[in-house]
């Protein structure tokens, strides 16, 4: 059973940094895309970060430059670092894991994202 767990949100101010955990169990696929999206009241989740099983990644434009997201195989275990933290990136971050893939250097859509965490709230004052 694969399951995914979310660790690492809070409340920061405006400039400030957090670094989200997810840890990783039961997925035991070699060619994946693991993500992590966030969502706020009354909008659609969005996608904001993916890393490939080749360890390429892809960043929304909102965040390139400030977050970087990592995987650590040996832990099992994706992370996201979130630097220079602005009011708008308040939301409920999810981490999730694709349905197994063809090629290790892929990007998924959010339909091919089988697998998801509980969610972690993350605030940010101005």
């Known amino acids: 059973q694969v399951q995914l767990a979310e660790s690492g949100g809070g409340s920061v101010q405006a400039g400030g940094s957090l670094r989200l955990s997810c840890a990783v169990s039961?997925?035991?696929?070699?060619?994946?895309?693991m993500g992590w999206f966030r969502q706020t009241p009354g909008k659609e989740r969005e996608p904001i970060a993916e890393?490939?099983?080749?360890?390429?990644?892809i960043y929304r434009d909102s965040v390139k430059g400030r977050f970087s997201i990592s995987h650590d195989n040996s832990k099992n275990t994706l992370y996201l670092q979130m630097d220079r933290l602005k009011p708008e990136d308040t939301a409920m971050y999810y981490c999730?894991?694709?349905?197994?893939?063809?090629?290790?250097?892929?990007?998924?859509?959010?339909?091919?994202?089988?697998?998801w965490g509980q969610g972690a709230q993350v605030t940010v004052s101005s």
């Open positions: 039961g997925y035991t696929y070699s060619r994946y895309c």
């Open positions: 999730a894991a694709s349905s197994p893939r063809t090629s290790g250097n892929v990007w998924c859509v959010s339909s091919d994202y089988r697998y």
């Open positions: 890393i490939n099983s080749d360890g390429g990644t």
